[in-house]
C-alpha cells in the first residue's frame, strides 16, 4: 500500500506562486508513474501534469503548460508541483496520484493511489 499526503495549497493572487508538495509513505514510489490533478467545485477530476518513474519525462495539460513544472525526488520519495503565474481558473483542489497501470497519465481512472488533497485558491 501507498499513502500521499500533499501539502503546500493555500489563498494566493493572480500572478503568484505555490509549490505543492507530495509525500509517499508505505512503499517507494520510485517504480512509479505520479501525476497531479485538480478538481474544481462542480467539474470533474482533470489531469495537470504528469512524471515518468525515472523523471526523464514529464506531461502537462495544456492549461499548465509554461506556467506549471513537475519534479520528483525518489530519494525522498516526493512529487513537487510548481504552480507559478497563477489565475482564477486554477482554483480547485489539488491531487496527487500514484501509479497509473501503464494505462496513461491523462485519465484519472487510470490511476491507483490517491492523496487527500490540497486546496489552492487564486483570488484577488
Known amino acids: 500500500q501507498v499513502q500521499l499526503v500533499e501539502s503546500g495549497g493555500g489563498l494566493v493572487h493572480p500572478g503568484g506562486s505555490l509549490r505543492l508538495s507530495c509525500v509517499a509513505s508505505?512503499?517507494?514510489?520510485?517504480?512509479?508513474?505520479m501525476g497531479w490533478f485538480r478538481q474544481a467545485p462542480g467539474k470533474d477530476r482533470e489531469f495537470v501534469a504528469g512524471?515518468?518513474?525515472?523523471?526523464?519525462?514529464?506531461y502537462y495539460a495544456d492549461s499548465g503548460k509554461g506556467r506549471f513544472t513537475i519534479s520528483r525526488d525518489n530519494a525522498k520519495n516526493t512529487v513537487h508541483l510548481q504552480l507559478n503565474s497563477l489565475i482564477l481558473d486554477d482554483t480547485a483542489v489539488y491531487y496527487c496520484?500514484?501509479?497509473?497501470?501503464?494505462?496513461?497519465?491523462?485519465?484519472?481512472?487510470?490511476?491507483?493511489?490517491w492523496g487527500p488533497g490540497t486546496q489552492v485558491t487564486v483570488s484577488s
Open positions: 496520484a500514484a501509479d497509473h497501470q501503464g494505462k496513461g497519465y491523462r485519465n484519472p481512472n487510470n490511476f491507483i493511489y
Open positions: 512524471v515518468s518513474s525515472g523523471a526523464s519525462f514529464t
Open positions: 508505505g512503499r517507494t514510489c520510485s517504480g512509479y508513474a
